[in-house]
């Protein structure tokens, strides 16, 4: 059993091993994708084939749709030409549920992929030809965060992005100003409309989409690189459109459990490429079952019926209650507090640490008692639902090997957002009253003790990487386990525990800094007082 179209279409052992095959005319569907393309996704990576390929599937599958999409990576070329095209564009998707259950789907959507690189003058041409299709409904894009800055970390001009500035959009070598060279193709061709649409999981993501092309259209044109019509083209929201979205789901790394499954199947070369960027791919990709996608309804051009398997189309202010929704209560801040405790307690998995009774409760506590009460509701999800989705299905997940070393990277970035904005509405409300929350300064008490780098047993770890982790670490040096003058330990983190861009909110002057600090007391009496303490409280 190799994974190509051949196989899947001609070797029963497929189904009889219990893979899900589509039933669509897949040669029709490439056919008229090819043609008379509608969607094309930026970012070849295992978010997209777990989430985005397998809804256009989905679509196919029940008849709302007869063209699948197209694929284009920019980063790591060897992506699509070692792992996408030796297997005809198709993947394996194993959904891992919660209950041990596994399900195996080929995924056959993805008509045609193509490489971002424009000094490939046939893959460029290729792309510049799709953009300029009148059929072309949307570009979606899961390139990170990072991916569409156009500065590096000192805030200086990347130097590809500057070259790319000056020498206008024949040859682009940043990311952005290739897409943006194609976004042109499509203005020249003929003003034509689009809606680009960021799925990367961060805040106001169309924002950042539209800034990096806002900016390439304003430097093209200045320079007269580009046609004077091109910037108002990109500023026109009923031409060119960059909604917001919010995004939804893990996809670890592809799992060896898995690998081993798929092998016992019969599945043959499931061995990884790890391409000369060090990119970690393999023919299938494994993925929780619970997905979120909410986007805002703007598509100048039309749009697949995406509603039909799951989809929230909505408002962008609706788009942006969704995110503080997970961001602010229901996700995000359970995430941080098992990353601190799961840390500092030694555990290297986030499911285990949903077997330890204490560290449930702090959660749930977090969650449902403290976070519910100033919740965003947007209405479209509901809060209650989705909290006890994840605490009941997707942080217990087995399947999921999410760490908490990975999730306690850039703490100090995540405080302020995950925490900070439940402890401004409980001050900005006269209902509810700053000193009933217990649990969340538990948390910061638990960053404190995270901060000194020794774990329950008393032994020395590694924190992980956070931009502002030296700096924070310096109010603890020197604190040590077993410290009892109080005093010293308060004249030592209060300038910390002030750091309103830290924790959101001075927590002094909002009065929560005495309770984190005497949680601090009781977690660093000495070997065994972290869980001796959240027995205590979490009981």
Excluded at 90 to 112: F, H, Q, R, Y
Excluded at 370 to 375: A, F, T
Aim: charged share 30%.
């Amino acid at each position: 059993m190799k994974l190509n179209y051949d196989s899947v279409k001609n070797d029963n052992s497929w189904k009889e091993k219990g893979f899900f095959i589509p039933s669509f005319d897949r040669d029709k569907m490439v056919k008229e994708t090819v043609e008379n393309p509608e969607w094309v996704h930026f970012g070849a990576g295992n978010i997209f084939r777990a989430f985005q390929a397998n809804l256009s599937q989905r679509m196919l599958e029940e008849g709302y749709a007869t063209k699948g999409l197209t694929v284009v990576e920019g980063y790591d070329y060897e992506i699509i030409e070692k792992m996408y095209r030796p297997h005809d564009n198709l993947s394996i998707l194993v959904t891992l549920k919660a209950d041990g259950n596994v399900e195996k789907t080929i995924v056959e959507s993805i008509a045609e992929s193509c490489i971002l690189d424009s000094n490939n003058d046939k893959e460029f041409s290729r792309l510049k030809e799709i953009f300029s299709a009148d059929s072309l409904k949307l570009a979606t894009f899961t390139i990170t965060e990072k991916g569409y800055s156009l500065v590096n970390a000192a805030g200086e001009t990347i130097p590809a992005v500057a070259a790319d500035f000056a020498n206008g959009p024949e040859k682009p070598q940043s990311y952005i100003g290739k897409v943006a060279a194609l976004l042109y193709a499509r203005y020249v061709a003929g003003e034509k409309k689009i809606a680009m649409v960021s799925t990367d999981n961060c805040s106001h993501n169309g924002d950042k989409l539209y800034a990096a092309m806002h900016a390439f259209a304003t430097e093209w044109t200045k320079a007269g690189k580009a046609e004077a019509g091109f910037l108002a083209y990109v500023e026109d929201e009923n031409k060119v459109s960059f909604p917001w979205s919010m995004i939804d789901k893990i996809t670890p790394r592809p799992d060896d459990s898995v690998n081993e499954i798929l092998k016992n199947d019969g599945v043959e070369e499931l061995d990884p490429v790890v391409t000369t960027m060090k990119t970690w791919v393999a023919p299938f990709v494994n993925a929780e079952e619970s997905e979120y996608l909410v986007i805002e309804d703007k598509f100048p051009n039309g749009r697949p019926a995406l509603e039909k398997v799951g989809v929230i189309f909505t408002e962008k202010e609706t788009v942006d209650k969704v995110e503080r929704m997970k961001v602010c209560t229901c996700l995000n801040p359970l995430h941080t507090a098992l990353a601190v405790y799961g840390c500092i307690l030694g555990y290297q998995k986030i499911s285990d640490e949903m077997k330890d009774e204490s560290l449930v409760k702090l959660v749930k506590e977090i969650g449902y008692t403290e976070g519910l009460p100033v919740v965003t509701d947007p209405g479209v999800i509901k809060p209650q639902e989705f909290i006890d989705t994840v605490v009941n299905v997707r942080i217990p997940n087995v399947f999921m090997p999410d760490t908490p070393q990975r999730i306690a990277c850039d703490t100090s970035q995540k405080l302020p957002i995950r925490f900070g904005e439940t402890i401004k509405a409980y001050a900005a409300s006269d209902k509810l009253d700053v000193q009933n929350l217990k649990f969340i300064p538990m948390v910061h008490a638990g960053w404190l003790r995270y901060l000194m780098g020794v774990d329950d047993k008393g032994e020395t770890f590694e924190p992980s990487p956070d931009p502002l982790l030296t700096k924070a670490q310096s109010f603890v040096q020197d604190i040590k386990l077993g410290e009892t003058d109080r005093d010293k330990v308060k004249e030592a983190v209060l300038p910390l525990l002030k750091d309103d861009a830290i924790f959101g909110v001075d927590l002094e002057k909002v009065g929560l800094s005495d309770r984190v600090i005497d949680y601090y007391m009781e977690l660093l009496a000495g070997p065994g007082a972290i869980r001796k303490t959240l027995d205590k409280y979490c009981a």
